[in-house]
């Protein structure tokens, strides 16, 4: 065996146990690049949910709204018969019966309207709030897969370590979703 081939197996040696030990971190890498490719998906979906959830608020709102001038218009048209003389008594008290009823019903209805209208409100504010610790679980996934990639530059474990806690961080900001109501 030559001298040269001798230093060529002693440092395809040392690369092999370069590549061994490196192997957890690739393999951390790994882990975390899909962490963060689940956690990206999940926190697009909750902002499409939020957007749709305060697109139907919207739409609560203004139905609500449409019913308050329509109860409005009515209680003006009971105080304009209440004060015009109509010469079919009869017939004016009928349509003011008519229009009371309408009032009465109207006032439930708002109500209750008013309360859907909030409650769908209440649900944008709890899709926001899961869209945002997605949005914090993504950025320290991704801060944690680069700082993790420095090992691969630098072969110092510090950088692995560091990047684990990141990522750490970034799992439990996710899955913190779970938590909220």
């Known amino acids: 065996m030559e001298p040269n081939e001798a230093q060529e197996l002693q440092e395809q040696a040392e690369h092999g146990e370069h590549?061994?030990?490196?192997?957890?971190?690739?393999?951390?890498?790994?882990?975390?690049?899909?962490?963060?490719?689940?956690?990206?998906?999940?926190?697009?979906?909750?902002?499409?949910?939020?957007?749709?959830?305060?697109?139907?608020?919207?739409?609560?709102?203004?139905?609500?709204?449409?019913?308050?001038?329509?109860?409005?218009?009515?209680?003006?048209?009971?105080?304009?018969?209440?004060?015009?003389?109509?010469?079919?008594?009869?017939g004016a008290k009928k349509l003011a019966k008519g229009y009371a009823e309408h009032e009465e019903k109207w006032a439930e209805s708002l109500k209750q309207e008013q309360e859907a209208a909030e409650a769908m409100e209440t649900k944008v504010e709890q899709a926001e709030a899961r869209a945002n610790r997605f949005d914090l679980g993504e950025a320290l996934l991704e801060i944690g897969l680069v700082i993790t990639s420095v090992t691969l530059l630098t072969r110092r474990r510090a950088y692995w370590y560091m990047g684990i806690v990141f990522s750490l961080g970034g799992i439990i900001s996710a899955a913190s979703v779970l938590l909220l109501k």
């Open 19 to 90: 590549e061994r030990t490196l192997r957890p971190v690739a393999f951390t890498m790994s882990v975390v690049a899909v962490l963060v490719a689940v956690t990206t998906v999940l926190g697009h979906r909750t902002h499409t949910e939020a957007v749709l959830d305060q697109n139907k608020a919207t739409d609560q709102w203004n139905y609500y709204q449409a019913h308050k001038i329509r109860a409005s218009d009515t209680a003006l048209t009971l105080d304009l018969l209440s004060v015009v003389t109509i010469s079919d008594k009869d």
